[in-house]
């Protein structure tokens, strides 16, 4: 079965930028769509985006857009979330997930992906 871990969260300031990493085990990504995830404090969590297996790119967050962007390194098996411009709403736990889909990204329901991996914690503050 798929297995998903995200690594790369930690404290950064206002404006900074931050890199986040989805490494998965047990299936080859290009196989799967990656969502990206998160969750404030007392708040649902948050569709932030999806790519594609071939590359293409779902914005799900208004605003995370022209601040946020992804990429595949397809010989590590991962994905990356680069995060620019962070400001303090950006705080939460972000989560990596999967669906079995090469070419397509789903609505951002949390339901619509299968595999998801634990969490890893960015904090934006001064």
């Known amino acids: 079965q798929l297995q998903l871990v995200e690594s790369g969260g930690h404290l950064v300031q206002p404006g900074g930028s931050l890199r986040l990493s989805c490494t998965a085990s047990g299936s080859s990504l290009d196989d799967y769509s990656i969502g990206w995830f998160r969750q404030a404090p007392g708040k649902e969590r948050e569709g932030v985006l999806c790519?594609?297996?071939?590359?293409?790119?779902?914005n799900y967050a208004d605003s995370v857009k022209e601040r946020f962007f992804t990429t595949r390194d397809k010989t590590k098996n991962t994905v990356s979330l680069e995060m620019t411009s962070l400001k303090p709403e950006d705080t939460g736990v972000y989560y990596c997930?999967?669906?079995?889909?090469?070419?397509?990204?789903?609505?951002?329901?949390?339901?619509?992906?299968?595999?998801w991996g634990q969490g890893t914690q960015v904090t934006v503050s001064s």
């Open positions: 790519t594609t297996a071939r590359g293409g790119v779902t």
């Open positions: 997930a999967a669906l079995n889909t090469r070419y397509w990204c789903p609505t951002s329901e949390a339901t619509r992906y299968n595999y």
